[in-house]
């Protein structure tokens, strides 16, 4: 009798294990459940944008057009690739905008944007600010105008402000300090790089007759910075034009062009240029070109421009 009730004693007790089990199965699925509206409980949210004015956004925004693809790369790396419904006619990362409607380039289509009934437009400010961004929000559709990012720090920002008005802060923050750890490791890396060391580069961004090359207050400025490499025009403002004669005068030790898009086979064009024949880069050969996007978008993929410099510059320590 006293095996009959032992054995009665553990079935109900392996009854209510197997319950208890259910039902906090249950209460972690309701948990669950509820994680996208806790994204949604941040709403609505008021930001200053980047042309500042103050927007307010009432609701996660489930449709998204990009009109810039600095601002595409952004949403996807926070995970909102599923939401954006529109992107800029140079759009071309990651590979699925292709297959994403356009929605023009410098000017953007306006009935195109508004036939997509967007919850949210992520503009730029150096956008058409003045007219189609204009135009939208007269059509009472939310514009958020993200800041014209010239650094990394103000790259952080951009990156944290489209954070905020998606619901996707958390996510933000994991991308900045990812990119902070990966700028720390490049500059532990160069610290072995002596005065005595340092290269003379020239960036290249459009050969002649017209050359440009960054100066100060620009990205690739502060990436050559940070590889502890000499920009020859780094005394600059901007986007600047250089003559040959200052590049010959100059004479860098590397020459890096980001006009491979555009121009065919970039290195062979520059390494055959008669007039910077005794230009250290030409004579040893220390002619590279990188993708321009990943040194001219100010968005996550910037960390990779900084290591693709250093690669091109310093190979035996990034290589």
Not at 49 to 78: C, M, Q, R, W, Y
Not at 248 to 271: C, M
Request: aromatic share 4%.
């Amino acid at each position: 009798m006293k095996k009959v009730v032992s054995l009665l004693f553990v079935l109900l007790l392996s009854v209510g294990v197997m319950v208890g089990c259910s039902n906090s199965t249950k209460e972690d699925s309701a948990s669950n459940s509820k994680e996208p509206k806790q994204a949604a409980s941040q709403f609505p949210v008021t930001i200053t944008d980047g042309s500042g004015e103050k927007v307010t956004i009432k609701e996660e925004p489930k449709k998204i057009v990009s009109v810039i693809p600095s601002n595409t790369e952004i949403a996807f790396a926070l995970g909102l690739g599923d939401q954006i419904v529109g992107v800029s006619d140079y759009d071309t990362y990651p590979e699925e905008t292709k297959d994403i409607e356009k929605i023009g380039g410098l000017e953007m289509n306006i009935e195109k944007v508004v036939s997509l009934k967007p919850d949210l437009v992520l503009a730029h400010s150096s956008n058409n600010v003045e007219g189609g961004v204009k135009q939208l929000k007269e059509m009472g559709i939310t514009v958020l105008v993200v800041n014209d990012a010239q650094n990394f720090k103000q790259v952080y920002h951009s990156i944290e402000m489209i954070g905020t008005a998606t619901g996707k802060t958390e996510a933000a923050t994991v991308i900045v300090e990812d990119m902070q750890t990966k700028l720390k490791d490049v500059k532990e890396k160069v610290k072995v790089v002596t005065a005595d060391e340092r290269k003379k580069v020239l960036i290249e961004v459009s050969p002649p007759p017209e050359i440009y090359s960054p100066g100060k207050n620009t990205f690739m400025d502060e990436m050559l910075q940070i590889i502890q490499a000499d920009n020859i025009a780094g005394q600059l403002e901007g986007w600047a034009k250089m003559d040959e004669e200052a590049v010959v005068t100059a004479n860098p030790d590397v020459i890096v062009t980001t006009h491979g898009y555009r121009t065919k086979d970039p290195i062979s064009e520059v390494l055959k240029r008669n007039a910077w024949g005794d230009i250290t880069a030409i004579k040893n050969k220390q002619v590279y070109n990188i993708n321009s996007d990943l040194v001219d978008h100010p968005g996550p993929r910037l960390v990779e421009g900084v290591e693709e410099l250093g690669k091109a510059i310093y190979p035996e320590i990034f290589n």
